[in-house]
């Protein structure tokens, strides 16, 4: 009897550890990027044992890494843009997404400038971090286009370059004035730079109300179809993490050193309170209409570059097996 009972924990134990090894999630990120603080925020609240998912991270050195590993199928899950999941779903793949943060970079400058608005930057050197098809770059434009109805790329000159580099040149006077990602606008800010205006900002003078929801999780339907339990409790993880990291400032105390702040209370604070500004509260996958109306100035001003061929987001970039 001792030896049958036996034999059934053991039979269940090992349904059980299937049961979990089948449920684990492959997460593609960005070694250094700032999704890792919610990862970590999920590990140290132990979100992930309370929610019953088991995530293997896998660090890239880029986004473009992760696109290229998620359409060969050697991760489940990464973070990617709403423009390339709607152009990879114009070319026929199943691709989609869950909105994961509105954070967005912005205009910054010298605290001393005398350029206090959009208008104030003709003649000026602006330092762009990325390239001519870096979408905060085109919302720029668009909103010079409202302004002025003139064209920024003539009445500006732009130097591209990598982020740290903007902000170098920028601390150094050798540009004017830098468009750059949110996380390197907050190190500048905490050195005494000042934002002229944030791309949200960009966005509602263009009309939108709220930020769009530009970078989210991206996976296939087809993992949908396999792993839904696991990716659903995966995002119930994120969404409760999201929560914490903005309500509980103690949340963040773990987070001084992967964020490079344990020694700096000045850039903790600033990277803290920029990054709470992009927080996803919630998700109703049939109010696409912010994002519908982001991708349609982005075709307008940044054309085939930014968005891919098509000038409407294509149905299903956002995945409707989910909402928060």
Do not use: C
Not at 301 to 324: C, I, M, R
Request: proline fraction near 4%; glycine fraction near 12%; avoid cysteine.
């Amino acid at each position: 009897m001792i030896a049958r009972i036996l034999a059934a924990g053991l039979v269940l134990a090992g349904m059980a550890m299937t049961s979990w090894a089948q449920d684990k999630l492959v997460l593609g990120l960005q070694e250094s990027g700032t999704v890792q603080w919610e990862i970590e925020a999920i590990r140290q609240l132990g979100l992930d044992t309370e929610h019953g998912v088991d995530l293997e991270i896998r660090p890239l050195a880029d986004s473009r890494a992760g696109q290229i590993a998620l359409q060969a199928g050697a991760v489940d899950v990464i973070l990617s843009d709403f423009t390339w999941v709607s152009a990879q779903r114009a070319a026929g793949s199943v691709f989609t997404m869950v909105p994961h943060s509105l954070a967005v970079g912005g205009l910054i400058v010298p605290a001393d400038s005398a350029i206090e608005t959009v208008t104030d930057l003709e003649g000026k050197v602006i330092g762009v971090a990325g390239g001519p098809v870096d979408k905060s770059w085109v919302v720029l434009q668009a909103y010079y286009v409202a302004l002025t109805g003139g064209s920024l790329s003539e009445a500006a000159e732009a130097r591209f370059g990598a982020p740290p580099l903007i902000n170098e040149l920028l601390g150094a006077g050798g540009i004017e004035a830098g468009l750059n990602f949110w996380h390197w606008n907050a190190r500048a800010k905490a050195e005494g730079m000042r934002e002229v205006i944030s791309v949200a900002g960009m966005f509602q003078g263009l009309g939108l109300s709220e930020p769009p929801p530009l970078l989210g999780w991206t996976f296939s339907e087809d993992l949908a179809a396999e792993k839904g339990e696991a990716l659903t409790r995966f995002l119930d993880a994120s969404f409760a993490a999201k929560a914490a990291l903005l309500a509980d400032d103690e949340v963040w105390d773990g987070l001084a050193a992967i964020m490079g702040a344990a020694d700096d209370p000045a850039l903790f604070a600033q990277l803290r309170d920029d990054y709470r500004l992009g927080i996803v509260t919630g998700y109703d996958p049939d109010d696409t209409r912010l994002a519908e109306l982001a991708f349609a100035l982005l075709a307008e001003f940044g054309g085939p570059d930014v968005v891919g061929a098509q000038t409407e987001l294509a149905p299903g970039t956002f995945w409707g097996g989910y909402s928060k």
